[in-house]
């Protein structure tokens, strides 16, 4: 396949590491800035859950690596594939002090995986998403 296979965005915050690592790794922090309801075990294989309310999707994820305060990952499902397909992309955020700020550069990867229409609907879909997100996390930390 000749499609890309991840989608990678870097944004730097005027916020401590510390404080980007709680808006990404607690079930407050997630579902003020992600979605709308969150939950999560913050420990590789623990479950994760967001739910966004406008939309009426939730996704079940999974915790793959948490190394505080540097890297999060999880497993989540691809959209537009049919419930209980088991594909699943990885999300990866990195954090690393930039000053007085941090770098946070977040990777989603494994759409090489799939079928071409549903490859355009999930890497669109997620690509816009992505920059979408990442906006409203720095509105977050802004606010908080």
């Not at 079930?27 to 979605?35: I, K």
């Not at 977040?106 to 906006?135: C, H, M």
Request: aromatic share 12%; glycine share 10%.
């Amino acid at each position: 396949m000749g499609f890309p296979d991840r989608i990678e965005r870097t944004v730097e915050l005027a916020h401590p590491p510390a404080k980007v690592w709680a808006a990404l790794t607690t079930a407050e922090g997630l579902a003020a800035w992600f979605g709308n309801e969150a939950a999560i075990d913050l420990r590789p294989g623990g479950a994760a859950r967001m739910k966004w309310t406008e939309e009426g999707f939730t996704a079940e994820m999974r915790v793959e690596r948490v190394e505080e305060p540097n890297v999060f990952g999880f497993t989540w499902p691809v959209y537009g594939l049919p419930e209980g397909d088991p594909r699943r992309t990885y999300v990866e955020f990195t954090l690393e002090p930039a000053g007085a700020g941090t770098r946070l550069t977040v990777i989603e990867s494994g759409f090489a995986q799939l079928p071409e229409d549903t490859y355009r609907k999930a890497f669109d879909g997620n690509t816009e998403g992505w920059a979408k997100e990442l906006g409203e996390l720095a509105v977050y930390l802004d606010a908080a």
